[in-house]
Protein backbone atom coordinates (compact mmCIF):
# COMPACT_ATOMS: atom_id res chain seq x y z
CA UNK A 1 0.00 0.00 0.00
CA UNK A 2 1.53 3.25 -1.61
CA UNK A 3 1.54 5.97 1.81
CA UNK A 4 -0.91 9.06 0.92
CA UNK A 5 1.92 11.44 1.44
CA UNK A 6 3.45 10.02 -2.15
CA UNK A 7 0.25 10.39 -3.80
CA UNK A 8 0.33 14.03 -5.01
CA UNK A 9 3.92 12.99 -6.72
CA UNK A 10 2.52 9.85 -8.56
CA UNK A 11 0.14 12.10 -10.50
CA UNK A 12 2.77 14.73 -11.32
CA UNK A 13 5.44 11.80 -12.22
CA UNK A 14 4.18 11.80 -15.87
CA UNK A 15 4.28 15.75 -16.14
CA UNK A 16 7.78 15.54 -14.21
CA UNK A 17 9.16 12.76 -16.61
CA UNK A 18 8.34 15.04 -19.80
CA UNK A 19 9.87 18.21 -18.27
CA UNK A 20 12.90 15.79 -17.50
CA UNK A 21 12.89 14.66 -20.83
CA UNK A 22 11.94 17.05 -22.97
CA UNK A 23 13.35 20.35 -21.34
CA UNK A 24 15.96 19.59 -18.76
CA UNK A 25 18.41 16.44 -20.51
CA UNK A 26 17.84 18.68 -23.71
CA UNK A 27 19.36 21.25 -21.87
CA UNK A 28 22.08 19.80 -20.27
CA UNK A 29 23.28 18.22 -24.01
CA UNK A 30 23.39 21.54 -25.10
CA UNK A 31 25.53 23.33 -22.44
CA UNK A 32 27.99 20.25 -23.05
CA UNK A 33 27.63 20.45 -26.91
CA UNK A 34 28.63 24.22 -27.04
CA UNK A 35 32.02 23.31 -25.77
CA UNK A 36 32.64 21.33 -28.57
CA UNK A 37 33.60 21.49 -32.17
CA UNK A 38 34.39 19.35 -35.50
CA UNK A 39 38.12 18.80 -36.33
CA UNK A 40 38.39 19.04 -40.12
CA UNK A 41 38.64 15.19 -40.11
CA UNK A 42 34.98 15.50 -38.91
CA UNK A 43 35.08 14.40 -35.87
CA UNK A 44 33.53 15.48 -32.37
CA UNK A 45 36.56 16.94 -30.12
CA UNK A 46 36.55 19.33 -26.87
CA UNK A 47 37.12 22.43 -27.64
CA UNK A 48 36.73 24.20 -23.89
CA UNK A 49 34.91 27.46 -24.42
CA UNK A 50 36.62 28.28 -27.92
CA UNK A 51 33.19 28.93 -29.34
CA UNK A 52 31.84 31.04 -26.65
CA UNK A 53 35.26 33.39 -27.53
CA UNK A 54 34.29 33.49 -31.03
CA UNK A 55 30.73 34.94 -30.67
CA UNK A 56 32.15 37.72 -28.52
CA UNK A 57 34.25 38.85 -31.07
CA UNK A 58 31.68 37.75 -33.89
CA UNK A 59 30.09 41.16 -35.03
CA UNK A 60 27.42 39.14 -36.73
CA UNK A 61 26.55 37.64 -33.65
CA UNK A 62 26.05 40.92 -31.52
CA UNK A 63 24.24 42.32 -34.24
CA UNK A 64 21.78 39.33 -33.99
CA UNK A 65 21.79 39.55 -30.81
CA UNK A 66 20.81 43.52 -31.09
CA UNK A 67 17.97 42.22 -33.24
CA UNK A 68 16.82 39.79 -30.84
CA UNK A 69 16.71 42.34 -28.34
CA UNK A 70 15.03 45.21 -30.01
CA UNK A 71 12.22 42.47 -31.74
CA UNK A 72 11.60 41.45 -27.55
CA UNK A 73 11.61 45.17 -25.87
CA UNK A 74 8.54 45.85 -28.72
CA UNK A 75 6.34 42.65 -29.29
CA UNK A 76 6.60 41.18 -25.46
CA UNK A 77 4.69 44.76 -23.89
CA UNK A 78 3.27 45.27 -27.22
CA UNK A 79 1.36 41.38 -27.39
CA UNK A 80 0.22 41.40 -23.74
CA UNK A 81 -1.51 45.21 -24.15
CA UNK A 82 -3.26 43.99 -27.20
CA UNK A 83 -4.18 40.83 -25.59
CA UNK A 84 -5.14 42.66 -22.38
CA UNK A 85 -6.63 44.90 -24.79
CA UNK A 86 -9.31 42.15 -26.02
CA UNK A 87 -9.76 40.10 -23.08
CA UNK A 88 -11.10 43.34 -21.62
CA UNK A 89 -13.71 43.97 -24.96
CA UNK A 90 -15.11 40.44 -24.55
CA UNK A 91 -15.55 40.29 -21.38
CA UNK A 92 -18.90 41.90 -20.83
CA UNK A 93 -21.50 38.77 -21.65
CA UNK A 94 -22.94 40.77 -24.70
CA UNK A 95 -25.24 39.77 -28.15
CA UNK A 96 -22.80 37.27 -30.23
CA UNK A 97 -19.79 37.83 -27.77
CA UNK A 98 -18.95 33.99 -28.42
CA UNK A 99 -18.78 34.94 -32.22
CA UNK A 100 -15.55 37.52 -31.61
CA UNK A 101 -13.82 35.47 -29.25
CA UNK A 102 -14.03 32.55 -31.89
CA UNK A 103 -12.55 35.10 -34.07
CA UNK A 104 -10.13 36.11 -32.00
CA UNK A 105 -8.85 32.80 -31.20
CA UNK A 106 -8.80 31.56 -34.72
CA UNK A 107 -5.37 32.31 -35.48
CA UNK A 108 -3.89 29.36 -32.77
CA UNK A 109 -5.46 27.22 -35.08
CA UNK A 110 -3.33 27.99 -37.99
CA UNK A 111 0.30 26.56 -37.79
CA UNK A 112 3.45 29.17 -37.47
CA UNK A 113 4.65 28.19 -41.08
CA UNK A 114 1.67 28.56 -42.60
CA UNK A 115 0.88 31.71 -40.58
CA UNK A 116 3.84 33.03 -42.67
CA UNK A 117 3.34 31.46 -45.89
CA UNK A 118 -0.18 33.12 -45.73
CA UNK A 119 0.92 36.57 -44.95
CA UNK A 120 4.07 36.38 -47.20
CA UNK A 121 0.70 36.10 -49.95
CA UNK A 122 -1.05 38.86 -48.17
CA UNK A 123 2.16 41.12 -48.15
CA UNK A 124 2.97 40.35 -51.23
CA UNK A 125 4.11 43.50 -53.43
CA UNK A 126 2.51 42.77 -56.28
CA UNK A 127 -0.45 40.63 -56.03
CA UNK A 128 -1.23 41.04 -52.29
CA UNK A 129 -4.61 42.61 -51.33
CA UNK A 130 -2.60 44.89 -48.46
CA UNK A 131 -0.55 46.35 -51.16
CA UNK A 132 -3.59 46.69 -53.71
CA UNK A 133 -5.99 48.40 -51.17
CA UNK A 134 -3.43 51.17 -49.82
CA UNK A 135 -2.45 51.87 -53.50
CA UNK A 136 -6.30 52.42 -53.39
CA UNK A 137 -6.58 54.83 -50.91
CA UNK A 138 -3.19 56.57 -52.32
CA UNK A 139 -0.65 55.93 -50.01
CA UNK A 140 1.18 53.01 -52.36
CA UNK A 141 2.33 49.63 -52.15
CA UNK A 142 5.16 49.25 -49.19
CA UNK A 143 7.60 46.18 -49.61
CA UNK A 144 6.93 44.92 -45.92
CA UNK A 145 9.15 42.14 -44.95
CA UNK A 146 11.46 42.74 -48.02
CA UNK A 147 12.60 46.16 -47.02
CA UNK A 148 15.26 46.24 -44.13
CA UNK A 149 13.43 49.18 -42.73
CA UNK A 150 10.17 47.33 -42.59
CA UNK A 151 10.90 43.45 -42.32
CA UNK A 152 11.26 43.18 -38.61
CA UNK A 153 8.38 45.40 -37.90
CA UNK A 154 6.23 43.17 -40.37
CA UNK A 155 7.61 39.93 -38.00
CA UNK A 156 6.18 41.44 -35.21
CA UNK A 157 2.60 42.15 -36.54
CA UNK A 158 2.85 38.52 -37.29
CA UNK A 159 3.61 37.05 -34.35
CA UNK A 160 1.26 39.56 -32.54
CA UNK A 161 -1.55 38.55 -34.52
CA UNK A 162 -0.91 34.67 -33.87
CA UNK A 163 -0.10 35.29 -30.35
CA UNK A 164 -2.59 38.07 -29.15
CA UNK A 165 -5.41 35.48 -28.93
CA UNK A 166 -3.81 32.99 -27.50
CA UNK A 167 -2.69 35.08 -24.38
CA UNK A 168 -5.81 36.50 -23.99
CA UNK A 169 -7.62 33.14 -22.94
CA UNK A 170 -5.16 33.83 -19.97
CA UNK A 171 -6.28 37.48 -19.15
CA UNK A 172 -9.87 36.79 -19.97
CA UNK A 173 -9.65 33.92 -17.23
CA UNK A 174 -7.96 36.32 -15.14
CA UNK A 175 -10.61 38.74 -15.45
CA UNK A 176 -13.12 36.07 -14.61
CA UNK A 177 -11.48 35.28 -11.59
CA UNK A 178 -11.89 38.41 -9.66
CA UNK A 179 -15.17 38.58 -7.78
CA UNK A 180 -17.45 40.93 -8.72
CA UNK A 181 -18.44 41.85 -5.13
CA UNK A 182 -15.30 43.61 -5.55
CA UNK A 183 -15.88 45.88 -7.97
CA UNK A 184 -19.48 46.51 -6.74
CA UNK A 185 -18.38 47.61 -3.35
CA UNK A 186 -16.67 50.30 -5.16
CA UNK A 187 -18.57 51.48 -7.04
CA UNK A 188 -20.98 51.72 -4.18
CA UNK A 189 -17.71 53.54 -2.41
CA UNK A 190 -18.39 56.59 -5.35
CA UNK A 191 -15.47 54.66 -7.72
CA UNK A 192 -15.77 56.13 -11.11
CA UNK A 193 -15.05 52.97 -13.98
CA UNK A 194 -12.13 54.27 -14.51
CA UNK A 195 -10.80 53.97 -11.11
CA UNK A 196 -12.24 50.65 -10.74
CA UNK A 197 -9.94 49.06 -13.60
CA UNK A 198 -7.20 51.50 -11.96
CA UNK A 199 -7.19 50.63 -8.39
CA UNK A 200 -9.22 47.29 -8.49
CA UNK A 201 -8.88 45.60 -11.69
CA UNK A 202 -5.57 46.10 -12.58
CA UNK A 203 -3.50 45.10 -9.51
CA UNK A 204 -5.97 41.98 -9.00
CA UNK A 205 -4.64 41.04 -12.86
CA UNK A 206 -0.92 41.22 -11.72
CA UNK A 207 -0.19 37.93 -11.31
CA UNK A 208 -2.19 36.49 -14.71
CA UNK A 209 -0.02 39.93 -16.46
CA UNK A 210 3.51 38.39 -14.88
CA UNK A 211 2.38 34.92 -16.12
CA UNK A 212 1.39 35.65 -19.82
CA UNK A 213 4.52 38.62 -20.00
CA UNK A 214 6.94 35.90 -18.36
CA UNK A 215 5.98 32.84 -20.69
CA UNK A 216 5.38 34.80 -24.05
CA UNK A 217 9.01 36.45 -23.42
CA UNK A 218 10.23 33.15 -23.41
CA UNK A 219 8.43 31.86 -27.07
CA UNK A 220 9.72 35.28 -28.62
CA UNK A 221 12.88 34.59 -27.75
CA UNK A 222 12.72 31.61 -29.66
CA UNK A 223 10.98 33.33 -32.57
CA UNK A 224 11.98 31.12 -35.70
CA UNK A 225 9.81 29.99 -38.22
CA UNK A 226 8.44 33.53 -39.75
CA UNK A 227 12.01 34.50 -40.56
CA UNK A 228 13.08 31.29 -41.98
CA UNK A 229 10.11 31.67 -44.75
CA UNK A 230 9.77 34.65 -45.38
CA UNK A 231 13.13 36.69 -45.08
CA UNK A 232 15.52 34.48 -44.25
CA UNK A 233 17.78 36.77 -41.83
CA UNK A 234 17.33 39.68 -44.22
CA UNK A 235 17.12 42.49 -45.73
CA UNK A 236 20.44 43.02 -45.35
CA UNK A 237 20.69 40.89 -41.98
CA UNK A 238 17.42 43.35 -40.42
CA UNK A 239 16.06 40.07 -39.29
CA UNK A 240 18.77 38.08 -38.20
CA UNK A 241 17.64 36.85 -34.75
CA UNK A 242 19.63 34.53 -32.64
CA UNK A 243 17.60 31.70 -33.37
CA UNK A 244 18.27 31.82 -37.15
CA UNK A 245 22.06 32.41 -36.48
CA UNK A 246 21.56 28.85 -34.13
CA UNK A 247 20.21 27.63 -37.21
CA UNK A 248 22.71 28.93 -39.84
CA UNK A 249 25.73 27.84 -37.80
CA UNK A 250 24.52 24.07 -37.77
CA UNK A 251 22.95 23.63 -41.04
CA UNK A 252 24.67 26.07 -43.04
CA UNK A 253 28.15 25.84 -41.63
CA UNK A 254 27.84 22.38 -40.03
CA UNK A 255 29.10 23.94 -36.75
CA UNK A 256 26.95 21.96 -34.20
CA UNK A 257 29.20 23.45 -31.26
CA UNK A 258 29.01 26.80 -32.52
CA UNK A 259 25.28 26.76 -32.89
CA UNK A 260 25.09 24.84 -29.18
CA UNK A 261 26.50 27.80 -28.26
CA UNK A 262 24.24 30.26 -29.29
CA UNK A 263 21.37 28.55 -27.70
CA UNK A 264 22.99 27.97 -24.58
CA UNK A 265 23.04 31.95 -24.82
CA UNK A 266 20.00 32.68 -25.58
CA UNK A 267 19.06 30.40 -22.56
CA UNK A 268 20.93 32.17 -20.24
CA UNK A 269 19.25 35.73 -21.64
CA UNK A 270 15.81 33.90 -21.20
CA UNK A 271 16.64 32.98 -17.58
CA UNK A 272 17.52 36.64 -16.90
CA UNK A 273 15.04 38.42 -18.01
CA UNK A 274 12.38 36.12 -16.91
CA UNK A 275 13.98 36.30 -13.02
CA UNK A 276 13.66 40.08 -13.79
CA UNK A 277 10.40 40.32 -15.16
CA UNK A 278 9.61 38.21 -12.48
CA UNK A 279 10.90 40.62 -9.64
CA UNK A 280 9.36 43.91 -11.09
CA UNK A 281 6.05 42.43 -11.29
CA UNK A 282 5.45 40.89 -7.88
CA UNK A 283 3.16 42.78 -5.45
CA UNK A 284 4.79 45.52 -3.00
CA UNK A 285 3.53 42.87 -0.14
CA UNK A 286 5.38 40.17 -1.95
CA UNK A 287 8.66 42.50 -2.10
CA UNK A 288 8.01 43.08 1.93
Known amino acids: MISSRWTPYLFLAPALAGLLIFRLIPIVVAAGGSLTGVSLMGDMRFVGLENFEYLMTDPEFWSSLNITLLFNVIINPL ?29 MAVSTGISAVLFGLFLDGNLG ?79 PMAFVLVADTAINFLFFAPVYILTSGGPSGSTSVLMFQAYRAAFTFSDIGRSLAVSTILLAIILVIVVLEFRLLRSPEERA
Open 79 to 107: QLAVAFGLALLVFRPLRGVWLYRTLLVLP
Open 129 to 207: PLNGFLEWIGIGAQPFHRSADQALYTLIGIATWKGAGYWMLFLLAGLYSIPSTVHEAAAIDGASAWQRFRHVTLPLMRK
